[in-house]
């Protein structure tokens, strides 16, 4: 149940934007703190019920963000399910696209018991991979021409086609949507349809944080916006760390 967006930048680099949705039942996400993993730093907000994340970014400038796929058919044995999160974190040290790919494919996903889930992966250079993990093999997917991801465990295929639309719209006859118009879509709430509505709220869920990643030639960033109960930013619990870029 989340939303992912993302641009490129003409002084090169990128900016991404990921709203995590959740069920009301889960526990509070923990902001992202700025962690070392094999000599290369990296940072990522953590669930605090399994201890994973839904997106990362490292001091190479490779962000890792990953979506459940609730459309898929198969469903990993009940007991002792992995956290799809770890494989994110796996990819901590990635220098490239091409090395997270690698590092989450080697993964036993299988013997982890994780399920299904959709992986996107950037690079400080503009390079976009794909990967769709459904129980087999992690799948390398023909990448989409939107920078757009979003996933809905609530009337999952109106949900997803509708955030589509509505991002199709805000880039329609453009190359590139700039940060401060992504930033805007992402805090956009439809009080008539809070379902499909990018910032997400319905009786049992709601977008739990809106995060921003930076890229540039010489830095990482990272800043985390938890929403509260009113759908507004949360007073004094965000967190904004930045990193150089290695």
Not at 22 to 39: H, K, M, S, V
Not at 92 to 105: I, K, P
Not at 162 to 175: C, D, I, K, M, P
């Amino acid at each position: 149940m989340c939303t992912l967006t993302w641009s490129g930048v003409r002084e090169g680099g990128y900016e991404l934007f990921f709203n995590r949705d959740e069920l009301n039942t889960r526990g509070a996400e923990q902001p992202p703190r700025l962690e070392i993993c094999d000599g290369v730093g990296f940072v990522a907000p953590r669930d605090s019920d399994r201890g994973g994340t839904w997106l990362m970014t490292n001091a190479h400038g490779v962000t890792v963000a990953l979506l459940n796929d609730y459309a898929a058919q198969w469903r990993p044995p009940a007991s002792n399910r992995g956290s799809r999160g770890a494989v994110v974190l796996a990819c901590a040290t990635a220098a490239t696209v091409r090395a997270a790919v690698d590092l989450a494919g080697g993964m036993d996903l299988a013997a982890a018991k994780v399920g299904a889930f959709r992986l996107v992966v950037l690079g400080a250079d503009g390079e976009t991979r794909r990967l769709h993990w459904a129980g087999e093999t992690l799948v390398e997917e023909t990448d989409d021409r939107l920078a757009f991801a979003t996933s809905s465990s609530f009337q999952t295929a109106a949900v997803c086609a509708e955030r589509r639309r509505r991002f199709e719209l805000l880039q329609a006859g453009r190359a590139v949507v700039d940060g401060d118009e992504l930033a805007a879509f992402h805090w956009t709430y439809d009080a008539a349809n809070g379902a499909a509505s990018v910032l997400m709220r319905r009786p049992d869920a709601r977008t739990r944080s809106v995060t921003r990643v930076s890229v540039r030639r010489d830095s990482v960033g990272m800043g985390y916006r938890p929403v509260g109960q009113n759908g507004e930013p949360a007073p004094g619990a965000g967190a904004d760390i930045r990193l150089k870029r290695i």
